[in-house]
């Protein structure tokens, strides 16, 4: 089976910070790895994912992942927060095409002024 | 860019009332999904639909509920006789066949049920 696990469910970063929020994983076979972004009232934007292929992952709006199976993380950084930043984000799990995502509980990022 | 649609964006109805949800996956993907969000909670897994069967389902997905892809572009998912727990918004999801597993999520249809 597969679970996520997202330490802290609120993060508050100044502008201009470092942006961190956590993300482990569960999962009995190689995982794929997955950060969404979700602005109020809105659907899920995908940032970045992993496939099994570069453990560094780059995704939009300068956002980046790496995949530490030793650590079992997917922790989602970026150098620099921007007051468009302020969401929620989720981090998903999934075994295999067609099976079902398995999503975090969600991280409310705030960003201060 | 394709992408996928839902509709109604907001749908209200009464409780013990039956709801169909729309969706219309990317046209050339084959696996489809219903995913719910209750406000403020995480996204759970409904149901995966493919080949025209049901391929995986939640404990969730009870009777009240059911697929259906009446053509070949809808997805729909209908709640037989609503309750105010069922109240959530509604994603609906579509993955390609191939070694990608990433899957495509619509914009939602928030549902209040009174």
């Known amino acids: 089976a597969q679970s996520v696990t997202q330490l802290g469910s609120h993060v508050s970063v100044s502008e201009g910070a470092l942006v961190l929020l956590r993300c482990n994983y569960s999962?009995?076979?190689?995982?794929?790895l997955f950060w969404y972004v979700q602005y109020p009232n809105q659907g899920l934007q995908l940032l970045l994912k992993?496939?099994?292929?570069?453990?560094l992952v780059k995704g939009i709006n300068g956002f980046e992942a790496e995949f530490k199976k030793s650590e079992t993380s997917f922790h989602l950084t970026k150098p620099s927060a921007h007051m468009s930043d302020a969401a929620e984000y989720f981090c998903?799990?999934?075994?295999?095409?067609?099976?079902?995502?398995?999503f975090g509980t969600g991280t409310s990022l705030t960003v201060i002024p | 860019e394709p992408e996928v649609t839902q509709t109604p964006s907001h749908q209200v109805t009464q409780m013990g009332q039956e709801v169909i949800l729309r969706c219309v996956p990317i046209s050339n993907h084959l696996y489809f999904y219903w995913y719910r969000q209750i406000l403020g909670q995480k996204v759970e897994f409904l149901v995966s639909?493919?080949?025209?069967?049901?391929?995986?389902k939640s404990e969730i997905f009870d009777d009240q509920f059911s697929v259906e892809r009446p053509d070949g572009s809808n997805f729909t998912l209908k709640i037989r006789s609503t309750k105010l727990e069922d109240s959530a918004m509604y994603f609906c999801?579509?993955?390609?066949?191939?070694?990608?597993?990433?899957?495509?999520f619509g914009p939602g249809t928030r549902l209040t049920v009174t």
């Open positions: 999801a579509s993955s390609d066949l191939g070694a990608d597993p990433e899957q495509y």
């Open positions: 639909f493919y080949n025209n069967e049901i391929s995986e």
């Open positions: 998903a799990v999934t075994k295999n095409t067609g099976n079902q995502f398995y």
């Open positions: 999962s009995s076979v190689p995982p794929y």
């Open positions: 992993y496939t099994s292929a570069a453990t």
